[in-house]
Structure formats: C-alpha cells, structure tokens
C-alpha cells in the first residue's frame, strides 16, 4: 500500500510544551480534483489530511491510525460511502470517529440509513468551504478535547486506584457494566411492553426488593399499574402506591420516604413536560445510599428516554401505516372514474355511433373528468381528509340522479365479478341537499365494497325508503358477511383485525370510514348489520330529504351550454411544454374560430408573441429554461402583449402558486383541466374580462 498522501509535516518529537499536536483528518473521495479541493479549503486548519481514493483505502488508513472526522463521499465505484461506514463502524478505534458525508444529493431513506450508521452530518456538494471549514475545526477541537479528558481520566483512574481500596474500585466497575447492561437493555427494543419487562429486570433485585410501575394516561390519570415480582392486595400498599403516584405524577418531584420497616423510592418518569408514569422501588433503608439513589435516578432517567422512543416509534409506524392506507385509499377511489371514461371512449370509437350516443359518452367522460378533478384536488390536500377537514360542496340534486351516477361509476366492476346490481327506488321522487360528487362516492364504495367480499354470481341490491324526513340507503349483499364481535369497529379508520374482510381484501376500514365520514357532514349517520360470517352484509346511510311533488323520469344529462362565440377572430397564444395539452387546447379553440399559435416553452413564445400580437395568453408555469412566472414577466414588457388577457393555465393550484401569478402579471390563474365554459367566455370578449377582473381587483 502506497504511504497516506499527508498535507503539512507532523510535528517532531521532544516539541515544546507550547506547541500543539497536529490531529489526522481522513477525506475519501474516488476524484483527484475533489482531494485538491479539500485541503485547499482545510489548509487553514494547519492539521494532517490524509487523502483516501478509495473505501478500502480508507480502511487501511483506519487501522493504523487515528482520525478526528471523517469527510466520506456517498458515491464511489467500489463500495459506496454507506457500506463504506458500516466497515469503519465494525473497527473499534473508528466506531465512534464522526462521520460526515458529503453528497450531492440525499433522499430520507439514504439520510436514516446514513445516521443509523452514526453519520454526524450530511454536507451537501459543491461544499461552501467556511461551512465545511467551520464543522471540521469543531471535531478537531472534540478530538483534541476528548483526548485530554481521556488522559485526565487516566490520571484520575491511576490516582483512584492508588488511593481507593480494591473493593471500591470493584463496586465502581460493577455500577459500571450494571449501567451498561441496563442502558442495552432498555434499548433493546422499541416496544413499550418488552421495555416494561427490561425495566423490572434492571431494577429487581438491585435497586430494590420489588418494583411497581404506573403508566399514565393522556390527561395525566393513571391507566395501567404492573409489578414486579407480583404482589397480593394490600391496603397500607395501595394507600402508599396511591400517594406516591400523586407525587411521581402531579409533584413530578423525586422522593424517598419510609414504608414500615422498608424504605419508598418514587421516582417520575418524564420526557420533557410529559408525564410517562411513575416508578415506585421499595426496599431496606441502609440499601437507599447517595450512590444508590443516583444509580436510580440515572435507570430512571434511560428508561424515560426508552418508553418516550417506544412511544415515538409507535406514533411513526402507525403513521406511515395510516398513509399507505390512505394512498390505497386514493388510488381506488381514482380508478373508478377510469371504467366509464374508458367505455365511453370506446364506444366513441366505433364506425357506426349515432349522434346521441355521441354526445351521451362525450357527457359521461365529462362528468367522471370533473369527479376526478375533485378527487385530484384533495391529494394536494391530504391532511384534510386525516384530520375530517374534507369540505363538501352541496346543491338540490335528486335521488334518481345520485342513484345513476353511483350506479354509473360501479356498474364495469360489478359485470367484471359476474354480479348482478339490483336497484329498489320509491316511486315518489325525492330531494336532497348534498354534494354530488361525494354522495356518489359514498354510494360506489358501499357497492363496491359489497362487490369485493362477494363471489360470482351473486346479486347486490341497493334500495331506498323514506320515512320521518329521512332517506335510508341501503346495500346489501349476499357474500362473506362480518363476525358480531367485529361489526363495532369497522367504521374505525384502519382497524385491525383477524377477519378475512379486514385485510386479506385491502380492507374495510378504509372506505367505509370516508363513508362515515362524508355521510355524517351531510347530517346523517351510517350503520352496518350482519348475521354472520357468510351470511351476507347490509350498510345503510340515513340523509335529510323532501319528497319532491312532481314524479318526474330522471331527466337526461343535460348538454353543456355553448360558450358565447368570439365577436371577431381573437388571436391566442397557447404555451404548453406537454404537446398533447397545447394541441387539443389548439384544436377545440380553433373549432370555437380563433385564431392560434403554440410555444413550447419560454424563449419561443416571447419571439411569438411578437410578431403574433396575441389578445389572449394561455400560458402554463411549469416551463422548462424559463417557467411561467418569467414569461408573463417579460410578456407584460412587450408592446405587443402589454394589454393582452394574461392567463395562467396550470397543474399549480396552491395559494403560494396564485400569489405569483399575481405578482407575475397574470389576469386569471386556472388550475388543469380548467372549465371550458368558463374559458370560453372570457376569451369571448377578452378586454371585459380583463376589465372585470381589474374592478375585483
């Protein structure tokens, strides 16, 4: 192995006291340019760089010496920068060396799994160099210190032992590897109740005789109490368990107090200002020394920290449980719009479409494009739908038109399973004050629900009755029904469970919690019944209606109204990196009579709309180059687009999104796929909608 390429001469032996031992820093990087410019930068730090171009070039460095830090690059040919860690960590003289990688890029899977391997910090490539500079003479100057400390305790220890009598040298290692041990065990796991378990083990029979924990509930009281080895009832006990509580637990304070002939340690198990529980130890009075209570204060204090991160890891894991559950979530409720769009598409199609099926598949792919909009609009949004902020949006619609759209949207999955959907309407019509789109989705996912947990073959029936200014909606259907036991819990959100219903088929509790949900802002309730397993399940929602007095057929989807046609040719200028968007954007206003160009992106628009004068400006802001904001910027500077309509036309539809559009110029910011009516009209007469806006304004 070549010898270490070391910048700065290491001092000599026999230097004066004064002068100040140079420490190692280890730089690993497989580039040569990337070494010129580290100890270019670290230079000021006069101290030895050792340069490494590869990670087992590293580890050879590592084991003949020594390193205050570590600059580790993520990406290199052999072993990366990670396993590259791993190995150093696996060294005892580099197992608690910092570490500090540098990388151009890092996403949170690759920093956990950096930090879990004791990396101190990520720096992110190109370095700043007083940053990196800044950070290295920090774990110099560690180094430095914690190498004088060690000497000092080696002093410390050399006098202890000179001085100290060999049994209180023993006592000290014994408190020392009981520590040890303890801190490994508490740690062992992330678990609240094998923490529980290694506490008692810690803490019996060193600390005390017997041992009594108390775990507190979220409003302080006290929810659970284990001890250890298991007492019988005893009423002085209880009375002396209950005022040592209130101690650990109101007082939050340490105390010691006599029990009999034994003495009570109460010891408060905190994290920050929260109250985990408390922990009674109960042993002779002789065996409660000064050392011995700080020997429990510090179990105490690790087991805190031990309950908090199992708490901690719960939250997390049911976190990121909940989330693939909602993503789960979305993505069925996306799909179902799919089917009808895709059949209608078809049918359009055929070589043999009259015009009224035309324009029935034209409606039906318009009406499932609006309901996945909405659905789009509450993925930018999430946390509303966790937290019950979902927002409806109510109209007078009729049961009859509900009943079709739900019907509508399930009917390809209920073909698909060789099912039959049986609908049972009253002959009277009825009225409701709801949001389409949701009491939709409520309908389709109690049908498709009950389409997923029935076999082939089988018949779905959704009915409706009205009695006492209530509509009751009901789905029932003929397959694997629910266990009584269960039937509680599966409005809960994610519930867990042993029945196939629960999580073999994706779950129930997902869908029928939205139901819940959305049911209940629209004032009404939900309710489930089964007679069993295999017997078939019926889910019933219960909304406000009115009869309506006229029985009218359910009236057929009414065509969308022309927008007004341009009164003269307007010219537009549609600007659009996606070409399928700027080109059927194109077609359908040049079918409306303007006029139209398309740009795909910043630079070519500007030279458009210059020799083009366009009246009105479509424009999208994720643009490559240059975005959107900086078009419209530069647009509004033209002559020949100072007075045009300026709209942005985008997939961004955040208020941080609409703020700069504003600021950029823009007269109007529609958020993809935009209304067509509403488009149409202001590009009718594109000065009044600009002078409209600007009154609003």
Not at 317 to 328: I, S, V
Not at 400 to 423: K, N, Y
Not at 663 to 691: E, I, T, Y
Request: hydrophobic share 45%; proline share 5%; aromatic share 4%.
């Amino acid at each position: 192995m070549a010898a270490p390429v070391i910048t700065g001469p290491a001092p000599l032996a026999g230097a004066g006291a004064g002068a100040q031992e140079k420490v190692n820093i280890l730089v690993v990087d497989d580039l040569p340019e990337k070494h010129v410019v580290f100890r270019t930068i670290l230079d000021e730090l006069e101290q030895n760089i050792v340069s490494a171009r590869s990670g087992q070039e590293a580890l050879r460095y590592i084991l003949e010496m020594e390193f205050a830090v570590i600059l580790l690059d993520v990406n290199m040919p052999d072993i990366d920068g990670l396993e590259t860690a791993s190995l150093i960590r696996q060294y005892r003289k580099s197992a608690q060396t910092p570490i500090v990688f540098i990388t151009a890029y890092v996403d949170e899977i690759q920093a956990s799994r950096g930090y879990a391997l004791g990396a101190v910090d990520y720096i992110p490539s190109p370095v700043v160099p007083e940053v990196l500079r800044s950070k290295v003479r920090v774990f110099v100057e560690l180094f430095r210190m914690n190498r004088q400390l060690k000497e000092q305790a080696a002093e410390r220890e050399a006098l202890a032992r000179s001085e100290a009598a060999r049994a209180a040298a023993e006592d000290a290692i014994h408190r020392a590897d009981y520590l040890a041990q303890a801190g490994q065990m508490l740690s062992r796991s992330l678990h609240l109740e094998d923490t529980i378990k290694a506490l008692f083990e810690v803490a019996v029979p060193f600390l005390g005789e017997c041992a009594v924990l108390a775990l507190a509930g979220a409003e302080g009281e006290i929810k659970r109490i284990e001890s250890w080895p298991a007492q019988p009832p005893d009423a002085a006990a209880d009375k002396l368990l209950e005022d040592c509580f209130r101690i650990a637990l109101q007082d939050r304070r340490f105390e010691l107090r006599p029990h009999g002939d034994h003495a009570a340690a109460i010891c408060p198990l905190l994290a920050g200002d929260r109250v985990l529980g408390a922990l009674v130890l109960i042993g002779a009075p002789a065996h409660y020394d000064s050392a011995r209570l700080a020997l429990i204060k510090e179990i105490v204090s690790r087991a805190s920290i031990a309950m908090e991160n199992a708490r901690l890891y719960n939250a997390v894991q049911e976190a990121d449980r909940r989330k693939n559950e909602f993503l789960a979530m979305l993505a069925h409720e996306l799909r179902n719009p799919l089917a009808p769009i895709r059949n209608a598409v078809h049918i359009m199609q055929g070589s043999d479409v009259v015009p009224s099926t035309m324009n029935w598949a034209r409606d039906v792919i318009g009406r499932q494009a609006d309901h996945m909009a909405r659905l789009i609009d509450d993925l930018l949004d999430v946390s509303r739908i966790v937290q019950g902020k979902v927002v409806v949006q109510p109209e007078r619609l009729l049961l009859s038109t509900l009943v079709e759209r739900a019907v509508e949207a399930t009917g390809p999955r209920i073909a698909a399973a060789d099912q039959t959907l049986g609908v049972e309407l009253p002959e009277q019509e009825f009225a409701l004050d709801g949001d389409l789109v949701r009491l939709s989705q409520v309908l389709s996912n109690l049908i498709n629900n009950a389409s997923k947990f029935s076999g082939a073959g089988t018949r779905i029936l959704l009915k409706a009755a009205f009695a006492d200014g209530k509509l009751r909606l009901s789905v029932c259907d003929e397959g694997a029904g629910i266990d009584p036991a269960f039937l509680p819990h599966i409005f809960e959100l994610f519930v867990q469970g042993d029945q196939t219903l629960d999580r073999s088929q994706g779950g129930l509790g997902i869908g029928l919690t939205l139901v819940k949900h959305l049911v209940e802002l629209h004032g009404g309730r939900v309710s489930a019944s089964s007679a069993g397993a295999g017997m078939g399940t019926e889910v019933s929602v219960w909304l406000p209606a009115q009869a309506v007095a006229a029985t009218p057929k359910a009236p057929a989807p009414a065509p969308r109204k022309a927008a007004p046609k341009a009164k003269a040719r307007a010219r537009i200028l549609v600007v659009d990196d996606l070409a399928a968007s700027a080109e059927t954007l194109m077609t359908l206003l040049e079918m409306e009579g303007f006029e139209v160009r398309i740009a795909g992106e910043g630079a070519t628009a500007l030279r458009i709309a210059e020799e083009f004068h366009p009246d009105v400006v479509l424009l999208d802001i994720g643009l490559p180059g240059m975005n959107g904001f900086e078009v419209a910027n530069r647009l509004r500077c033209l002559p020949a687009c100072c007075e045009a309509l300026l709209i942005a036309l985008t997939g961004y539809g955040e208020a941080e999104s609409r703020s700069r559009s504003a600021q950029a110029g823009f007269d109007f910011h529609m958020v993809k796929p935009a209304d067509v009516s509403l488009l149409l009209s202001m590009l009718a007469d594109p000065q009044q909608a600009r002078k409209s806006h600007a009154r609003t304004h």
